[in-house]
């Protein structure tokens, strides 16, 4: 696993790559891939660099979690560039050049991704990876 368990700390690895990045010190490749998501996403450069990296982002309050967005797109980069499950990286390629914008592409799929992370947390079970890749399949139509 690249990120811990803990919350503050995976925030904690958010700041630290921006700040190293935007005072242009070197970046590990882990950080780089960070930031490389951090900088597709202006809007969250504030939360990025703020003091309050130990704030709840509710739906109930009309806010979505920067952090987690973040990280699907992280998640997504890396089954596509493991192409796991076997097949991610075709649809990736192929809703990319249907879209013509693969940040584009990423955000569709992480719809897919955090449908079948729900699923699987309110089941208790593991992600259905055969439905996950159905779901992302049907993106490419």
């Known amino acids: 696993m690249i990120f811990g368990q803990d919350r503050d700390e995976l925030r904690q690895m958010y700041q630290d790559a921006w700040s190293k990045s935007c005072d242009a010190r070197p970046l590990t490749p882990l950080e780089s891939q960070i930031v490389a998501v951090v900088e597709w996403h202006p809007e969250y450069h504030a939360e990025v660099s703020g003091d309050d990296l ?40 192929t809703l990319s050049n249907k879209v013509g914008d693969p940040h584009a592409a990423e955000h569709q799929m992480i719809d897919c991704l955090a449908e079948t992370l729900w699923e699987a947390q309110s089941q208790n079970s593991a992600p259905d990876e055969k439905k996950y890749l159905e779901r992302l399949q049907h993106l490419t139509l």
Not at 58 to 81: A, C, K, Y
């Open 54 to 93: 130990g704030k709840d982002y509710t739906p109930e309050g009309g806010q979505s979690n920067p952090f987690l967005h973040m990280g699907l797109h992280l998640g997504i980069r890396e089954q596509v560039s493991t192409n796991r499950p076997a097949g991610i990286r075709s649809v990736f390629t």
